[in-house]
């Protein structure tokens, strides 16, 4: 295949905004009185705000009505919103933004598909911004992942066919997603629990556009 764009999620692929995602999650639990542990964040990942919102509550057996699920998801970002803030362009994960140059160098273009709705502030506080030739968030998308909606936007705003685009994706239906809208996809993490990608590597240390391109050949 010739790659004319690569696609990145942005949370646990550009950086480790997981972190705060659990702590922020876990003052609202502790708020419903109930423990929310780092094994139940895993199911919270690639998923929308309100989507995460309703695991939580099923995890603590709480059901609540639209304005109750409204108001804590409201203050639960108003939380996350403290933390993402204070954020630095040292958080970036290794090599993310020098892969990004590498891309533009070589003449490849480059798009954001992440579900948060925050993913422009999270942008501006690790100063990268500018690599991105379109952004896609969940400010844009009326489906979430698994449903390839998020990619063909983006493959549409930077006008190159699905077929010449390849994703960066850490969770599994990020990767389902990528799949679907016909792009190919390399999966960042455990190749255990994102098996269905094309190449999982753990992250872009050592990674190169001659490696991505000998990897889908
Ligand atoms: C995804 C994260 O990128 O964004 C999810 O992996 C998160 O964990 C989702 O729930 C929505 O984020 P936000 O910032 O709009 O609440
Ligand atoms: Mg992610």
Redesign the pocket.
Known sequence: MEIKACLF????VIVD??KY?FIAWREIAHELGFEFTEHDNER??????MR?LEILLEVGGITLDETGKERLAEKK?ND?LQYILKMTPDELLPSAKEFLLELHKKGIKTALG??????PVILDRLQITNLFDAIID?NKVTKAKPDPEIFLKGAEELNISPDNCVVFED?EAGIEAALAAGMKCIGIGSPLILGKANLVIPGFEGFSVDKLVESLK
């Open positions: 999620d942005l949370d646990g905004t997981a995602h919270l990942k690639g998923v929308s705000r995460s970002n996350y992440s579900a948060s709705k925050n993913a969940g969770a």
